[in-house]
């Protein structure tokens, strides 16, 4: 099965700025169109924050919009979330894996990586 593992992730103020990675194994990006970070908020049921298709198309909630930015590295597979002016709502385990496109729901899926933590104070 794919191996993800997410990076990236740590303790900082409001207002600042993290920069997560998401490592695939093998050639997933040719065989998975949509890849997206997911966040899993304390309390909360797990959420689709963003997203990229292989041609860069992006899509991102609206609570994140203007202030996150999903990106990919194909060659790498590699897919990034960069995370600007943070807020102690964006609190919570990070996780990359496909996404829908059309739909905004998180789907049912059999593998998830461990994720990494955000923590954002105010």
């Known amino acids: 099965q794919v191996q993800l593992v997410e990076s990236g992730g740590g303790l900082v103020q409001a207002g600042g700025s993290l920069r997560l990675s998401c490592a695939a194994s093998?050639?997933?990006?040719?065989?998975?169109?949509?890849m997206g970070w997911y966040r899993q908020a304390p309390g909360k049921q797990r959420e689709l924050v963003a997203r990229?298709?292989?041609?860069?198309?992006?899509k991102y909630a609206d609570s994140v919009k203007g202030r996150f930015t999903i990106s990919r590295d194909s060659a790498k597979n590699t897919v990034y979330l960069q995370m600007n002016s943070l807020k102690p709502e964006d609190t919570g385990v990070y996780y990359c894996?496909?996404?829908?496109?059309?739909?905004?729901?998180?789907?049912?899926?059999?593998?998830w990586g461990q994720g990494t933590q955000v923590t954002v104070s105010s």
């Open positions: 990229i298709t292989s041609g860069r198309s992006t």
């Open positions: 093998g050639s997933i990006f040719s065989i998975i169109n949509v």
């Open positions: 894996n496909e996404a829908p496109w059309n739909r905004d729901s998180v789907p049912t899926l059999d593998y």
